[in-house]
Antibody, heavy 119, light 107 residues
């Protein structure tokens, strides 16, 4: 079974750094794009970017370019989303997703990681 | 960027009703559209891909169609477990974009 398991909820202060993770299992991790989707409280879904773990090629949404960094460690089948300096507006649920080979929709989804940024 | 305009933003319906949700793309996306269902406190789940292909395991009461840049998700005979929020997503070009969502509520 293809699964994406994300790291647990985080509570951080503005200005702090953070790296959350997404571990893939049940498939060849290096052969599929992995992405991240943001959902702010009570709001809709926003695509942030994707990475191809096989060669670490990345694509970002212009809305998130320069705001976050997506990376992957193929030796442990894990993708990451990181911030160098969090803002209160980064408070949201973050989902990792897998893209089927050759297509740009998302299946499956991780269970989500809630990030709360508050002073 | 391709804008996805989803309507209605909410709909009240009863068990057994037929529900139709529409998504309009701001430019042509061929059939590169997906639909997702999200229940409260849960991650979204893929229902339909390529505008009309049913994801494995999804009940056949869900269907998708396309007419030009207009896309429709139809739920025939709404079941209690179908009360959720539904999102469309264009998969044609980057940046990938979602519709604003449609909440299907109990009447």
């Amino acid at each position: 079974e293809v699964q994406l398991v994300q790291s647990g909820a985080e509570v951080k202060k503005p200005g702090e750094s953070l790296k959350i993770s997404c571990k893939g299992s049940g498939y060849s991790f290096t052969s599929y794009w992995i992405g991240w989707v943001r959902q702010m409280p009570g709001k809709g879904l926003e695509w942030m970017g994707i990475i191809y773990p096989g060669d670490s090629n990345t694509r970002y949404s212009p809305s998130f370019q320069g705001q976050v960094t997506i990376s992957a460690d193929k030796s442990i089948s894990t993708a990451y989303l990181q911030w160098s300096s969090l803002k209160a507006s980064d408070t949201a649920m973050y989902y990792c997703v897998r893209l089927p080979a050759g297509y740009n929709w998302f299946d499956p989804w991780g269970q989500g990681t809630l990030v709360t940024v508050s002073s | 960027d391709i804008q996805m305009t989803q309507s209605p933003s909410s709909v009240s319906a009863s068990v057994g009703d037929r529900v139709t949700i529409t998504c309009r793309a701001s430019q042509g996306i061929s059939s590169w559209l997906a639909w997702y269902q999200q229940k409260p406190g849960k991650a979204p789940k893929l229902l339909i891909y390529a505008a009309s292909s049913l994801q494995s395991g999804v009940p056949s009461r869900f269907s998708g169609s396309r007419s030009g840049t207009d896309f429709t998700l139809t739920i025939t005979s709404l079941q209690p477990e179908d009360f959720a929020t539904y999102y469309c997503q264009q998969a044609n070009s980057f940046p990938l974009t979602f519709g604003g969502g449609t909440k299907v509520e109990i009447k």
